[in-house]
Nanobody, 124 residues
Framework: VQLQASGGGLVQAGGSLRLACAAS????????VGWFRQAPGKEREFVAS???????YYLDSVKGRVTILRDKVKNTVYLQMNNLKPEDTAVYYC???????????????????WGQGTQVTVSS
């Protein structure tokens, strides 16, 4: 499985972006997919995840502003981000295939496949 993350960019505070994680391979449709972010000098942080059945989890600080969506026909998972804040600035990564248990959705080490990352910069 290969993942391609896209959709990042420069946006003013309060703006919106939609990130996309496009995958090769039909198996992707059954995987849990997570979005993570990493700001300079910080550890990679969980943002949101969606499982094969559509169940979702979110980082507390993005709840109400971020929605993770899955399009099984396009084999793509989206991260719709609204009301962006400067503290959302980071490189965003998508990851797929959660191993070791469904309760590990927030752990980067629990995912098998990773995309290359897309930069999101929010100006104040």
């Amino acid at each position: 499985v290969q993942l391609q993350a896209s959709g990042g960019g420069l946006v003013q505070a309060g703006g919106s972006l939609r990130l996309a994680c496009a995958a090769s391979g039909h198996a992707f449709r059954s995987y849990t997919v997570g979005w993570f972010r990493q700001a300079p000098g910080k550890e990679r942080e969980f943002v949101a995840s969606i499982n094969w059945g559509g169940g979702t989890y979110y980082l507390d600080s993005v709840k109400g502003r971020v929605t993770i969506l899955r399009d099984k026909v396009k084999n793509t998972v989206y991260l719709q981000m609204n009301n962006l804040k400067p503290e959302d600035t980071a490189v965003y990564y998508c990851a797929a295939q959660l191993i070791g248990g469904s309760d590990k959705y927030h752990m980067p080490s629990a995912y098998t496949y990773w995309g290359q990352g897309t930069q999101v910069t929010v100006s104040s």
